[in-house]
């Protein structure tokens, strides 16, 4: 298989999940830091669902880990290819 084939795709989804996990996660820390400091009278949504937001930039990363691991592969199998094929044609 050709290691661009679809490299952009994955490029772009990998860049999107990073996205996610900054984004969410800088959120949940946020947001649960400020229900500490406005304590627990506070019942704003925002705060509320702080710990869900932390869910989804963990599932981000969740995601991200095997995708970064078959982007490695890809690129050391390409390698080896070209490395055989150069190596051939001499």
Do not use: Q
């Amino acid at each position: 298989m050709n290691y661009l084939y679809n490299y952009k795709i994955r490029k772009n989804i990998m860049g999107l999940l990073l996205l996610l996990v900054m984004l969410f996660g800088t959120y949940a820390a946020f947001a649960d830091t400020l229900k500490d400091a406005l304590g627990p009278e506070s019942s704003s949504l925002w705060i509320e669902i702080a710990p869900f937001a932390g869910y989804v930039a963990l599932g981000a990363i969740i995601l991200y880990i095997p995708l970064n691991i078959l982007d490695k592969r890809l690129y050391e199998k390409a390698l080896k290819e070209n490395k055989y094929k150069g190596s051939g044609s001499i």
